[in-house]
């Protein structure tokens, strides 16, 4: 295996094959090669989480996926019990909904499994996914690198499904409701049916979109880390965050009432507040480090 100039720092320079006892660099193609074998595992997994999704589509449809779409869903009875503990009267419980689904297309319920199937197979499967892309990376950093790295595993799935949980539990039901109550015209001149396919997408980028957007905190540490931000950058323009999160959470809540929007909004500014912390220890670690070096 052949080596390359010291003087050149590049990522795929920095790769090692862990494999060599004298730890020497891989060519690009040892690179392409560890790459391969990384993605056909993880592929693999993915594959097979996807497979057993497919053989018990009928249940996870009736269970999972067209869930937030009927009204004996968890999330309108415990937001409607909530709001009475809380002395709210019926400021948290959403109009009963039923979403009848329609299809226009000879292939449509059958290319709709295959999407959940394929989807729910990339949730699931997120830990080993991120953990085959870390394996990949991880020769490329440094011993202080790695060591700052340590549970990213962990958090980044934490994360993700935190997010997840949070789409699937609170934003589609909000989402669904408000769009099936939504009335154009006058009345009995619109009849809400989506199709299959356009409810199961809105679903799934709700799911995966609240997913990546939990990861705001990971991000925020990994920027901070190099240089990118800093928790003073976070704390000028906080008053223009939570503006843009309040707009948000006014968007996509059914009601105009602030309770409602105010359970939106409150997760979304945690995770700004735990950003703002993450970032703001890492400042403080920086200048540790400087004074020490002083």
């Given at each position: 295996m052949a080596t390359t100039g010291s003087d050149r720092k590049s990522f795929f320079k920095r790769l090692r094959n862990k494999n060599s006892p004298e730890q020497e660099e891989m060519?690009?193609?040892?690179?392409?090669?560890?790459?391969?074998?990384?993605?056909?595992?993880?592929?693999?997994?993915?594959?097979?989480?996807?497979?057993?999704?497919?053989?018990?589509?009928?249940?996870?449809?009736?269970?999972?996926?067209?869930?937030?779409?009927?009204?004996?869903?968890?999330?309108?009875?415990?937001?409607?019990?909530?709001s009475h503990k809380l002395g709210l009267g019926n400021a948290l419980c959403m109009p009963p909904v039923t979403i009848p689904l329609q299809g226009n297309t000879v292939s449509g319920p059958f290319m709709s499994a295959?999407?959940?199937?394929?989807?729910?197979?990339?949730?699931?499967?997120?830990?080993?996914?991120?953990?085959?892309?870390?394996?990949?990376?991880?020769?490329?950093?440094?011993?202080?690198?790695?060591?700052?790295?340590r549970g990213s595993i962990l958090w980044v799935s934490l994360c993700f499904f935190l997010g997840a949980a949070f789409g699937y539990f609170l934003l589609a039901p909000f989402t669904f409701n408000f769009l099936a109550n939504f009335t154009l015209g006058s009345v009995g001149a619109y009849k809400y049916m989506p199709t299959l396919d356009d409810y199961i997408d809105t679903l799934n980028n709700i799911i995966l979109g609240c997913g990546i957007a939990f990861e705001l905190p990971i991000l925020a540490y990994v920027l901070?880390?190099?240089?990118?931000?800093?928790?003073?950058?976070?704390?000028?323009?906080?008053?223009?965050?939570?503006?843009?999160?309040?707009?948000?959470?006014?968007?996509?809540?059914?009601?105009?009432?602030?309770?409602?929007?105010?359970?939106?909004?409150?997760?979304?500014?945690?995770?700004?507040e735990i950003s703002v912390m993450l970032v703001a220890s890492v400042d403080r670690k920086k200048a540790k480090e400087e004074k020490e070096w002083s």
């Open positions: 060519t690009f193609i040892g690179h392409l090669e560890a790459l391969r074998w990384h993605l056909v595992r993880g592929a693999a997994v993915w594959i097979s989480v996807a497979i057993a999704i497919f053989v018990y589509i009928d249940w996870v449809f009736d269970n999972i996926i067209y869930a937030p779409a009927r009204p004996s869903f968890v999330t309108y009875s415990a937001l409607c019990n909530w295959i999407n959940i199937a394929m989807i729910g197979g990339v949730i699931i499967a997120f830990p080993y996914l991120f953990w085959e892309l870390w394996r990949f990376i991880k020769p490329a950093l440094s011993p202080k690198e790695v060591k700052y790295a901070a880390k190099i240089g990118l931000i800093t928790a003073k950058f976070l704390k000028k323009y906080r008053k223009y965050a939570f503006v843009i999160i309040l707009i948000v959470a006014a968007v996509i809540t059914p009601s105009p009432d602030w309770t409602s929007q105010t359970i939106v909004a409150i997760p979304l500014l945690l995770l700004y």
